[in-house]
Nanobody, 121 residues
Framework: QVQLVESGGGLVQPGGSLRLSCAAS????????MAWFRQALGKERELVAR???????NYADSVKGRFTISRDNAKNTVYLQMNSLKPEDTAVYYC???????????????WGQGTQVTVSS
């Protein structure tokens, strides 16, 4: 099977920066896309940023120019560099990946356990 393990969340003051990491492991054949979602208290989960296997990226309008998603293919790891953080960025951030495993013929959708990001003075 596949596991996604996130790290890097925490408490930061407004205007500060954090870097999230998510490493995929297990019986991986191909990773089609990796992404970060977030879910604030009382709100629906939303896409923050996505990077596909060719390197193309897309971002939520609310984070454009402040967040950068990147990927290390050799390590099956995706990063989210978050700068100029605002209180409204406070949420649980979830890693997501679309992965074809060694045993399955179709790609599956996998989620990490989530990491809390709190932006507060």
């Amino acid at each position: 099977q596949v596991q996604l393990v996130e790290s890097g969340g925490g408490l930061v003051q407004p205007g500060g920066s954090l870097r999230l990491s998510c490493a995929a492991s297990g019986s991986i054949f191909n990773i089609k896309a990796m992404a970060w979602f977030r879910q604030a208290l009382g709100k629906e989960r939303e896409l923050v940023a996505r990077i596909i296997s060719g390197g193309s990226t897309n971002y939520a309008d609310s984070v454009k120019g402040r967040f950068t998603i990147s990927r290390d293919n050799a390590k099956n790891t995706v990063y989210l560099q978050m700068n100029s953080l605002k209180p409204e960025d406070t949420a649980v951030y979830y890693c997501n990946a679309v992965i074809t495993t060694m045993t399955a013929g179709l790609a599956g959708n996998y989620w990490g356990q989530g990491t809390q990001v709190t932006v507060s003075s």
